[in-house]
């Protein structure tokens, strides 16, 4: 008999090799998401810190040089939050377009395994016949010589 040969082993191996470079991208992906987050509440902490300044220069009596720089400083901060919103916006967005493509990779690594393991129930089953055949002229042949 001949031994068992998936023939789509080879598509099966670099289905499983795309699944694992999907889950590193995907990962990654969430690191980078996880950065952005991070550095997005930095942003936002110094810019309830300087609205909390100037609001207490305006309840102190205001030194309009401080006053100004804080003002000033301001819409830069927000341009600064607004930016890493967006950023945060498109690492999320590559992260669902990652997790779609992880989701069809595993789909597909699935099936080829379902379809190895029923090419090798199939070839047991005729691995059986052929051994259950050679039992069967054994002892036929065991019959007549006695």
Not at 51 to 56: C, L, M, Q, S, Y
Not at 78 to 87: G, I, L, P, V
Request: charged share 40%.
């Amino acid at each position: 008999m001949r031994p068992f040969k998936f023939r789509l082993q080879t598509k099966l191996d670099i289905s499983s090799r795309e699944e694992q470079q999907v889950r590193e991208e995907l990962q990654i992906c969430i690191n980078l998401r996880d950065q952005l987050q991070r550095e997005l509440d930095e942003i936002q902490i110094k810019l309830d810190e300087i609205e909390t300044a100037i609001k207490d220069l305006m309840v102190q009596g205001f030194i309009l040089e401080q006053f100004l720089i804080l003002r000033n400083y301001l819409p830069i901060i927000r341009s600064m939050r607004a930016n890493k919103e967006a950023e945060l916006t498109r690492a999320e967005a590559a992260i669902v377009e990652t997790r779609n493509m992880l989701i069809e990779k595993i789909k597909e690594r699935k099936i080829l395994e379902k379809l190895r393991e029923k090419e090798w129930s199939n070839y047991l089953l005729e691995l059986n016949r052929e051994e259950q055949k050679i039992i069967d002229e054994l002892a036929i042949n065991s019959h007549f010589r006695k």
